[in-house]
């Protein structure tokens, strides 16, 4: 018998609302106790700190946990998480405890497939930051993880819910609107570039080629941090918040905004059950075995003949300015919201709308209805993103089977889809 089942049973209705506190009844404004979502926080770094946000300002929510293997860091995060949140040192102890409902993974992305899986067989939703995982691997493995469990989950990246696309002026639901209804015409090519309104920051996520050793702070426990990366000498330019810069823990401002730019465009075009099928990188090659580098542009081509351009705008001069963002054979869409032809928004009234989306998670986790970029479509736009760092990484063209989730002849760029982790961590 639950709270409110006992309350309604055993006392007279005038008694209860005398004795019984406003917020354990519920009603507008006030959720019960009963009725509270449980909320772990796996990493309270910079982005883990916005989820312990996200957590402490939702009414439905009440966060339990927070874990981090930086002490400084994790008391930090126990204060802000006030009354009844504990802190932790090993995410595995988070999952022992049996009474979390949703488990966040906000850690550098070689821990994310790790903790991921782990929550999903704990019984847990998972959020997670993008990216969805460092390897296509595990990308795979974590979709399996959730499905099998039938638990909830979710990627931090919103843009397909009808967000404003950043700098480039147009909206998610604008252009789907338009391309569903082939007033673009087919096949699409979309242009992801400084010139349409994306920061791709490959520059200022470059890393050192001469780290010297330094002495791990007393606060750091740096084995744990590391997980299932090759063991390499402490450098702060390794951890907290430019671990991006090294290709064992992330793939620079690739890495970092892939998800972000790319899955929208992945629902747009209607790809969300498929990847490139062809990958073509410019970039010095060969590429630092440790330090992420440099890179141009890379061109992607679906099996229908879509295309993404990718531009960094910040090595070579190959960028495309005055292009359009979104072009067809029938029409193109500029940065800033201009048209060609100028009245091609005309007709956007009367197209049908795009079909809803789950786009609050709190309904996803009470409903069990999945989230609008839950586990599968965060995986394709996951597997975009990592083919395109293994064409950088490798120096040539790649050809991918997105069935089969394999490179079509080349023996390298398979064995980078799943390779080892550091024992005793394995998948």
Known sequence: MDRRTFLRTTLPAASVFSIVPRHVLGGPRHVPPSEKITHAVVGVGGMGNGHVSYVLRDRQAKLLAVCDVDEARLA????RGGKGCRGYGDFRDVLDRGDIDVVHVPTPPHWHALISIAAAEAGCDVWSEKPMTQTIGESLRVVDAVRRNGRMYRINTWFRLHSRLYSSGWYTKTIKKLVSNGLLGWPITVRISPST???????????STDLKPERVPANLDYDMWLGPAPVKPYNHQRVHGRFRRYWDYEAGGLGDMGQHYIDPVQYILGKDDTNPVEIV????????????????????TYADGCRLILESGEWGDRVTEGKPYFEGPKGK????????????????????EPAPMVSNFNVSVKERRRFGLNEDT?????????SAVLAIRLGRKLRFDPVEHRFIGDDAANRMLDPPMRSPWHL
């Open 197 to 207: 309104g994306f920061n791709w920051k490959v520059r200022g996520n470059c890393g």
């Open 281 to 300: 990188p410019y970039a010095p090659w060969p590429q630092h075995p440790d330090a992420v580098g440099m890179w141009g542009r890379i061109e992607m």
């Open 378 to 386: 965060s995986h394709r736009s996951n597997v975009t993103v990592r």
């Open 333 to 352: 869409l500029f940065i800033g919201g201009r048209t060609d032809p100028p009245d091609l928004l005309d007709a956007l009234p009367a197209l049908p």
């Open 76 to 79: 930090r995060a126990v204060a």
